[in-house]
Every structure is written in structure tokens, then in C-alpha cells.
């Protein structure tokens, strides 16, 4: 399996552009997360989906944020319109529910907006 | 809300010595999991713990789960280069699916 899948892996935006991260979780994963890395906030989940849906969105930090979740395989995090402070490492996860519970962390995308 | 911070924040030693980071949650947690994160990386399960006062161990880890389920450690005996990175721990509490991330503990190891 090639694991999570996170696209772009780098992106450098300026400020008022709209930005769409991807990602393609492991087949067979049903539940979904998006994570935001900073030095200053470290790792926050922002929302998960279980079975294509948002379950929990309240770690999305404003109304700027939005995600979508159309099929299994695919979810997207769009930014419109992205400020500086959105600068930063964002992890999509999969896992199958129950079990284990591992979650499998992408490459990440690092944003920058200038 | 529910906080988990790691303690410390940063640790550097000399290759062999241990290393010791600490997990604690504000609230009580129904299972909580480690994660590392090498330099420029992302984060990679180690292991899940679930029952209080459990033990487990991965070669020169050694992970415990708290009496009361709201700490945590992780321990690595005469650590080596490849151990480098940061150190996360997550807790889970019951009747949720989500994962709270800690703190972190970045280890730097010095040849």
C-alpha cells in the first residue's frame, strides 16, 4: 500500500489566495483527519470524518477554513482567503475505526503565505 | 477542555544514556497512544495503551499507562543517533474518537 496521500507536499501562496490541500487516505480506512502543525500550537486536529462524514469540526479555526470529504478515497482542506498566520504543516490520517486504532499520518503539505 | 502536556520539552543526551518523557491529561483517558516524528517528518504510531497500569515494551522502549489512565510515559534505555526526533503522546477519551495530541518532547542524542 503506498500509505497516506498528501498533495502538494509544498505550497507558497500569497496572502489573500485560496489554497486546496489533498488527500488520498489507505483503501479500506474509514475515518478521515486533518491536522495543523505549528511551533507555536503544536499538532491540532482540525476535523475528522467517519464514513465520508465531518464528525467534529471544531477545531477548524474560522469560517476561511472549510473541508470536504465527496468519496472514500478523496478530501480536500481549502483556505479561502489564506493569511500568513496559516502558514504551516498540514497532516492529513487515516485509520479504520475500532481496533488498534492507528492513525497513519501523511507526508504533509507545508504551506507558506506570504 | 482536555489538555495533555509532555514534560520536558526538550531533551538532549549522550548516545547510551536513557531518556524518560512524561505524558500527563487533564482529564481521565480511555486509551492513549505514542507517536515519533523524525526531523522533517511525519508522525509514526509507536503503540497504544489501553489498560491502567499497563506496561509495554519495543526493544529499548518501554511504555507504562498511569494508575488512574491520566499519565503516561515513555522510556528509552541507552538511546542511540537513530532515536532522534520529537516524541508525541495522544490521548483518547471515552465516547470519542478523537485524539489529543501532547506537547511533545524533542530528543536531540549526541554521538
Known amino acids: 500500500d503506498a500509505g497516506v496521500i498528501q498533495s502538494p507536499r509544498h505550497e507558497v501562496t500569497e496572502m489573500g489566495q485560496e489554497v486546496t490541500l489533498r488527500c488520498k487516505p489507505i483503501?479500506?480506512?474509514?475515518?478521515l483527519f486533518w491536522y495543523r502543525q505549528t511551533m507555536m500550537r503544536g499538532l491540532e486536529l482540525l476535523i475528522y470524518f467517519n464514513n465520508n462524514v465531518p464528525i467534529d469540526d471544531s477545531g477548524m479555526p474560522e469560517d476561511r477554513f472549510s473541508a470536504k470529504m465527496p468519496n472514500a478515497s478523496f478530501s480536500t482542506l481549502k483556505i479561502q482567503p489564506s493569511e500568513p498566520r496559516d502558514s504551516a504543516v498540514y497532516f492529513c490520517?487515516?485509520?479504520?475505526?475500532?481496533?488498534?486504532?492507528?492513525?497513519?499520518f501523511g507526508p504533509g503539505t507545508r504551506l507558506t503565505v506570504l | 477542555g482536555q489538555q495533555v502536556m509532555q514534560i520536558p520539552q526538550y531533551q538532549h543526551v549522550q548516545e547510551g544514556e536513557d531518556f524518560t518523557t512524561y505524558c500527563n491529561s487533564s482529564t481521565t483517558l480511555s486509551n492513549i497512544q505514542w507517536y515519533k516524528q523524525r526531523p522533517g517528518g511525519h508522525p509514526v504510531f509507536l503503540i497504544q495503551?489501553?489498560?491502567?497500569?499497563e506496561v509495554k515494551k519495543q526493544k529499548r522502549l518501554t511504555f507504562q499507562f498511569g494508575e488512574a489512565k491520566k499519565n503516561s510515559s515513555l522510556h528509552i534505555t541507552a538511546t542511540q543517533t537513530t532515536d532522534v526526533g520529537t516524541y508525541f503522546c495522544?490521548?483518547?477519551?471515552?465516547?470519542?474518537?478523537?485524539?489529543?495530541f501532547g506537547t511533545g518532547t524533542r530528543l536531540k542524542v549526541l554521538a
Open positions: 495522544a490521548g483518547r477519551t471515552s465516547g470519542t474518537y478523537k485524539y489529543i
Open positions: 483503501s479500506g480506512h474509514n475515518s
Open positions: 495503551l489501553v489498560k491502567s497500569g
Open positions: 490520517a487515516s485509520r479504520v475505526a475500532g481496533g488498534e486504532d492507528t492513525q497513519y
